[in-house]
């Protein structure tokens, strides 16, 4: 290519497992993640579950010299657990706190108190202005039965959004991190079919790591086998994503995970594995790429546009099924407060008949009455949190609903637009003046 540059950037990704006094051996681990980062190999390091900020400013510390910049995401109420260090200049960040993040009266899982979300950092990589991107997604704790798929879906439609919404200047997009949802999962199809992201294990030209890229292995001593059930080998969870655009293309030339335990350690660096992608970026000229790409967007244009609104619309029908959970939620903490509140008018009315009975001395149980009344008040207390909680996530609910309704109509009145194939025909041309949209992937 004329006029042509090219460029290596080395992406680190790890959900560091940084739970403080929780994690096992949470420091000898973070000691021995700064050792191996500050070896320099990195260009752009990912973290997440990076729960103490103390933590992240030992790292901060030690990566000084090979990773003169970095940022911390602080979020929720012990913060996103996001973190990046960069060789790169860091120009400016911004971070999206998901709207829905399971349920805050499920204490041991987690994930409502971490405040999940999307931190964004724009870097500029040469001439090339780089968006990346660091996430965390609501973990999934049994697949069988996941009462958190609604919002995951949503977390992923929000991601996705977030991306297209914030990236359109940018000519390079990186997303790193835990999405907690397998290759063929719902929300990673519609992430990539949405924003046109390619996944580095699939595009990689060599891979040296763990069998099928899987990233919680079942040989990591940190890693409970029955979350592994029924997936004896283990899952593919966390991802290094990317596109290129218009002004640079870019590739994927190898890709390496870390094989559970560290060599001279007794024990691996997390409960998952470490992802390395080494991504390669060629910058072009405006009319070179005009030429390559008109013909390839418009050969395969409806059939991607189509394969959205079938994903698209599976997500809603997820959506509608999480908005139903979350109605009769609301509707069972409504009966109960009422319930708690017409208990606490029968108590006063029992407490009242003494003062009723002129001249009468009976013996009034104030013991009774006063924890009577104070279940009462936590019984009120407690749905009255409940019913505000769930009308809260019945909105963000509908939200998401209304806005891929609105998107799955978009995309159908633009796919009637598309002439039918011709049985003699081999080209295909879109409708006078359709440009791409943002639902239309670039790759």
Sequence with gaps: MANSESLSVRVFSLNCWGIRYLSKHCLQRYAMIGEMLSNGEHDIVLLQEVWSEKDYLSLKQKLACCHPHSHYFKSGVIGSGLAIFSKYRIHDTFLYRYSLNGYPYMAHHGDWFGGKAVGMAILSIGSLTANVYVTHLHAEYCRDKDSYLPHRVVQAWELQQFIRHTSAGADVVILGGDLNMHPQDLGNRLLKASTGLRDSYSETRKFDGCEDGISLIADNPFVSKKTLIPFEKGIRIDYILFKGSSKADIYCDFMSTTKGSVPDHPFPYS??????????????????????????????????????????????????????????????????????????????AIAAVPWLALGAEQPFPRTSFYMLAALCFAILLTTSLLYIFYTMELKSLQGAEDQMRLTVGSLQEKLRGFPLAQPHSTQRRPPEGLEPSAFDPEE
């Excluded at 999480?322 to 009769?328: D, F, K």
């Design 271 to 348: 409960d998952h594995e470490a992802l390395t992608a080494e991504l390669r970026l060629e910058t072009h000229s405006p009319a070179e790429t005009e030429s390559d790409g008109t013909s390839k967007n418009q050969d395969s244009a409806a059939g991607k546009v189509a394969e959205l609104v079938d994903i698209v619309t599976e997500a809603r029908t997820e959506v509608k099924v999480g908005l139903h959970c979350a109605e009769r939620m609301r509707y069972t903490a409504t009966r109960t407060g009422v319930m708690g509140l017409a208990l606490l008018i029968l108590e006063l």
